[in-house]
Nanobody, 126 residues
């Protein structure tokens, strides 16, 4: 098990940027693939981006490609989501998640993750 704590959410104008951080407890962070998910108001949770254990492979939802960047620092047991050119439709609660399901690949299915943070609100005003 790993404990995850997100931070960095807030209110930003359209076109602005935010950087989310997810700090993980424990000394086995590098054995987890990581993902960022979001749940817009009244909608289901969806994957935004994922990164494999080493950081060498990433995945992005089509809606955020070219605007968001996922990265991880295993020495700091932290995963980041840099969000640029934000749009009102990016408004959601953003969740960090961890998985041991895959060794080399990126897990894109929500069901593949079994450790979740509490979420952080991101609101983009028009």
């Amino acid at each position: 098990q790993v404990q995850l704590v997100e931070s960095g959410g807030g209110l930003v104008q359209a076109g602005g940027s935010l950087r989310l951080s997810c700090a993980a407890s424990g000394r086995t962070f590098s054995s987890y693939g990581m993902g960022w998910f979001r749940q817009p108001p009244g909608k289901e949770r969806e994957i935004v981006a994922g990164v494999n254990r080493s950081g060498g492979a990433t995945y992005y939802a089509d809606s955020v490609k070219g605007r968001f960047t996922i990265s991880r620092d295993n020495s700091k047991t932290t995963v980041y989501l840099q969000m640029d050119s934000l749009k009102p439709e990016d408004t959601a609660v953003y969740y960090c998640a961890a998985t041991k399901t895959s060794i080399f690949g990126v897990v894109t299915q929500e069901s593949g993750y079994d450790n979740w943070g509490q979420g952080t609100q991101v609101t983009v005003s028009s």
